[in-house]
């Protein structure tokens, strides 16, 4: 069974830094792509970030309002992948979900999100 499991919210000040994991299990780590969402009260899920182990063009991709404060990364040791966080601002406040597209040769923009965790909640206060 899959299961993708959250962690590293909290609350943070503007300008602050979170280190979010997204802890994998039920599959292995050769062929898959892991993105990270997030769903602000009554706004819609927008996506975060990518990583993805069967790109050809570097497996990372950013939202643009994510580029250069936030850093995908994986450990394939761990099952594990990271979304570090830099320079946080009132409007990166959301749950934060990761998710997993296991169908292969991830394409960006048309990931199959089949594998959702619970999501961890990030406050960001000024």
């Known amino acids: 069974e899959v299961q993708l499991a959250e962690s590293g919210g909290g609350l943070v000040q503007a300008g602050g830094s979170l280190r979010l994991s997204c802890a994998a299990s039920g599959f292995t780590f050769d062929d898959y792509a892991i993105g990270w969402f997030r769903q602000a009260p009554g706004k819609e899920r927008e996506g975060v970030s990518v990583?993805?182990?069967?790109?050809?063009?570097?497996?990372?991709y950013y939202a643009d309002s994510d580029k250069g404060r936030f850093t995908i990364s994986s450990d394939n040791a761990k099952n594990t992948v990271y979304l570090q966080m830099n320079d946080l601002k009132l409007e990166d406040t959301a749950v934060y979900y990761c998710a997993a597209d296991l169908a292969g040769a991830y394409v960006y923009g048309h990931g199959i999100w089949d594998y959702w965790g619970q999501g961890t909640q990030v406050t960001v206060s000024s």
């Open positions: 990583i993805s182990s069967s790109s050809s063009d570097g497996g990372t």
